[in-house]
């Protein structure tokens, strides 16, 4: 694990059993660490993304929320490595293809968008991906798997600002059912702020991706008002 994971997200990976090897925040580092370990010991390794069979599992997502929602229009994704959004946006563009599949990362992580734009994967330094406080998205580049799935089968990334994360967080969180770590309020985030760069549909779902959020810093950004006051003029879009 990274050297700057949360404090919760190390605790609760040790509390159900496993050896944690701290490494630096580089993406290389923790794949280093993790080949030099498989040798070592016999491991297997198991991708956190780039892997058709993860993507895959990944994708169940996909078919459940058109199960759920046969009318949906436009599906907002959280991005890291990108193996949610490939095998969401493979599910849904092989059963219908018609719904649109977005893409949502941090500005300060948006090697994703910028390798769609690209046509080719685009690294990001460490230095600059470690800044978000999404630390589930923190990832230098997508993995060669899922850039393939990605071009094919997403229809846009867009990018948020920290400030915005914050804000998504703090909405969110006022109800307990839907308690976000920041990495995973990315979606509501862009549906709040960004509507004017995503299609204008009225059947939308954002993936809310994961709850591990610190509790301190939770209480931080319910009691945090600087966001808001310091750009009055950011509210979120209609519809």
Excluded: W
Excluded at 42 to 69: R, S
Excluded at 76 to 99: D, E, H, R
Excluded at 127 to 156: M, N, P
């Amino acid at each position: 694990m990274p050297n700057n994971a949360p404090a919760i997200k190390r605790q609760a990976t040790a509390a159900l059993g496993a050896d944690i090897v701290l490494v630096g925040p580089g993406s290389t580092e923790r794949q280093l660490k993790a080949e030099e370990l498989a040798v070592q010991h016999a491991y297997i390794i198991v991708p956190p993304y780039n892997d058709e069979k993860i993507i895959a599992g990944q994708g169940t997502m996909g078919l459940e929320i058109l199960e759920d929602l046969p009318d949906v229009e436009t599906i907002l994704v959280p991005v890291g490595g990108g193996g949610m959004i490939s095998g969401i946006a493979t599910a849904i563009k092989l059963s219908k293809p018609s719904v649109k599949v977005i893409g949502v990362e941090p500005e300060l992580a948006a090697d994703a968008q910028a390798s769609l734009r690209a046509g080719k994967i685009i690294d990001f330094p460490a230095e600059q991906v470690s800044r978000t406080i999404a630390d589930g998205l923190r990832t230098q580049s997508l993995g060669s798997i899922t850039f393939e799935h990605i071009r094919r089968y997403v229809d846009d990334i867009v990018t948020v600002k920290e400030d915005e994360i914050r804000e998504a967080v703090k909405l969110l969180a006022s109800n307990p059912n839907t308690v976000a770590e920041p990495s995973g309020a990315v979606a509501v985030a862009a549906f709040l702020f960004h509507r004017n760069e995503l299609p204008k549909t009225k059947m939308n779902v954002g993936v809310i991706s994961g709850g591990n959020i610190d509790p301190k810093l939770l209480q931080e950004i319910r009691c945090d008002h600087a966001a808001s006051s310091t750009s009055p003029s950011r509210k979120p879009s209609g519809g």
